[in-house]
């Protein structure tokens, strides 16, 4: 038989089951074609996500009110509408294949059409002329199924946030009659969330040959998007700047503290085929592709699968900052719930085991709900021996007797192990070049053996937290060698994938994680907000207002719970006693103000040092900082509007806000001048979802009641004394 007689067969039979597959979707109804009225960062929506069968069954419909993404079905499956629902920005301006997957040294396109000569728009009725080529992989069924958690999360300590996301998963599996990949199935999977315009998309490779292959590339999403700039010369570096979609993965590392710095994935390329656009040299990064460009050659043995990396497509419909930090906070929030946990700790530094029982004792006499046993103290999580482990395992059940999580800190990359053991530059063929300099291979033995004592340590023991420091940081390693990867081409992608089997090991047993990398998406829990750990020696008056501008830069992308910030109790990377605050009993004013001023974020600090308290007068104000915070928690752990950042010259504060709550806004601010502040101030109350007539209620129970205008100002006439704060409750009357 002719191969072309033969590839028009089998995909006659392939349309076939999909057109038993697809009956059974609900049918589209054209009056969901309108806009969203209504704000959903304020008011959850609804409408439900759903996937829909057009009335012409021609095409597949991925819709939940606040966004749409339709695709063709015949005579391949292609994407060639992607709609805000909110502001009605069409995303596509140019149909692309649904993945790209590259084996053995060769690409496929898996579905997409061809056909599209204009591509600076797209028109629907084109695609009833267009074709799809023999050597793309053809859709052969599709599944809809509701979304399960990426994690089996169990949830151990106190949290905002108490369930994964709910919504609709679509899968669309593709085949190929190309012999050389005849055995190779291909899922591309698509998660629409309820409440929120976010997709999550992946792709799955299956090995079901009888041979093994190399897949050299995942190109999991490929968008033919709309530019939203004009410049006729450029380069597409100068050219990049927000969009109308923000686009997220689970494949980022580098230690920046923030995304966009850490992100390995997204590329903003150039299309030249789009030969309309005003870029004299075509320069116009106008094509999204996301995939990993370090990783090069995963072989994949017979039933062998891999899984691409998660991105996260959230439709934008603003440019402010601050709108757009909700909606990635909210984000998170759905897909990464566990990044709403926020547990009390301390940063214990313990020279033996009483201090660790002090410590403790203290935690649970002034309300803290957690201990941290920081780098520098007795507690090393790599001796596995009988005698570590059980000594441990007796101040975990101490710890616990108290009520009182325990945990400790481990430190992986950036540290010298051996030749054997450190990763190979592909450079010189040995051992240094990495980000630290010198860093281990967590694909090594020592690695593989590194991860096993910790989950041994972890398990034994009934460790509750565990401190990663230098975690995989992307680190490519050339040696050949080391069991856990194969060589230079496949280490980044073994590596990552042995850190987020760690993480979500931990995720799965309840055992909290910090981590100082962006693997939020995989099981961590927080990162530091986002400070230079030397300015912790500057003195503590220099220190109060630094750290509230940590504070303001690091809560506009990351919600409260999802940064740590610091505090040095005894001496830190230097200063002297103006930097510290041993003898805490000497310092009263500053320890109350540096707690208020994290606290009253919802932001966790490392309070690193030997103990909490080293009098009755200070356990009582650590005790009384705790429970004011406990009493308010709710809204201190929810997004912040921000007011104005410390510069030392006048008021600074921020704003929580959260229209599901009683209270309805938190507002904290500070005054670092030594003469009294009082002035009207203007507090933009949109997204606390209030209107009309509130109530405010300061910190000495004084109650005001203020109108909110129809641009959703209030104005309050506060007073601040010298260096000090003042703190007022929003409610709706």
Known sequence: ??????????????????????????????????LNQSDWLINSPKEKAGVYLSSDKKNIILYNGLIRRIFRISPNIVCYDFRNMINGQELIRAIEPEAIVTIDGKPYSVGGLHGQQEKAFFKPEWLDTFTKK?????????????????????????????????????????????QAISGVEVIVQYELYDGIPLIVK??????????????????????????????????????????????????????AMRYDISDQTTHWNVDSAYTSQVNYNYQTPCLLQIYPEKVTSIVLLPNQSMQSVRTHELLM???????????????????????????????????????????VDQCAATGYEALILSFGSHCDMEDTSELNVKK??????????????????????????????????????????????????????????????????????????????????????????????????????????????LYHWCNEHGVYVNAPDWYFLDGTHKIGIGY?????????????????????????????????????????????????????????????????????????????GPRLYDTEKTKQLVAKTISWYKQYRNILNSPIIHLRRADGREWDGFMHVNPSLQDKAFVMLFNPTKEVIK???????YYAGVTNTISITDKNNKRLTVHVNNNHVASVEVEIKPEDYSWYVVKQL
């Open 1 to 34: 038989m002719k191969k072309g007689l033969l590839f028009v067969l089998v995909f006659l039979a392939t349309q076939q089951l999909i057109s038993q597959t697809i009956p059974s979707l609900p049918v589209w109804k054209e009056a969901n074609n309108t």
């Open 392 to 501: 441990w395992k007796y101040l975990a059940d101490y710890a616990h007797s108290k009520g009182i999580q325990i945990g400790s800190y481990s430190l992986f990359s950036s540290r010298r192990i051996d030749d054997e053991t450190d990763v190979i530059s592909p450079l010189t063929g040995k051992p240094g070049g990495a980000f630290f300099g010198n860093a281990p291979c967590m694909g090594s033995k020592w690695g593989l053996t590194y991860i096993d004592k910790l989950k041994y340590f972890i398990s034994s023991t009934g460790f509750d937290i565990f401190e990663n420091d230098g975690p995989y940081p992307g680190d490519v390693c050339a040696s050949t060698v080391h069991p856990g990867h194969s060589g230079l081409d496949d280490s980044q992608w073994k590596q990552m994938q042995l850190q987020k089997e």
């Open 134 to 178: 023999e050597n793309d992989l053809f859709c052969t069924n599709v599944q809809v199924e509701n979304i399960k958690s990426l994690l089996n999360w169990e949830k151990k300590t106190w949290g905002l946030v108490d369930k994964y996301g709910t919504g609709q998963k679509v899968s669309f599996t593709y085949h190929s009659s190309i």
């Open 532 to 608: 230079r750990e030397v300015n912790f020696s500057l003195s503590r008056e220099q220190q109060k207002i630094i750290n509230r501008q940590n504070i303001h830069d690091g809560t506009f992308e990351k919600s409260p719970s999802m940064g740590w910030g610091f505090v040095p109790l005894t001496r830190y990377q230097g200063g002297g006693p103006e930097a510290v605050l041993e003898p805490l009993q000497d310092h009263l004013r500053d320890y109350e103000m540096l707690m208020v001023q994290y606290y009253g974020a919802g932001v966790q600090a490392c309070y690193r």
């Open 317 to 359: 419909d603003s440019y402010d900052r601050e709108r757009r930090g909700l909606m990635i906070q909210k984000m998170y929030a759905t897909v990464a719930p566990w990044t709403a946990q926020n547990p009390i700790f301390m940063h214990l530094v313990s020279a033996n085991d009483e201090e660790v029982k002090t410590a």
């Open 679 to 685: 002035q009207t101030i203007k507090l933009p109350l």
């Open 202 to 255: 992946s792709v799955l490779v299956k090995n079901n040959s009888d041979h093994s292959i190399a897949v050299n590339k995942i190109i999991n999403e490929s968008l033919g998007l709309v530019e939203e700039e004009s410049a006729v010369v450029g380069t597409p570096d100068q050219m990049k700047k927000q969009h109308g979609i923000y686009v997220e993965t689970n494949y980022a590392f580098n230690n």
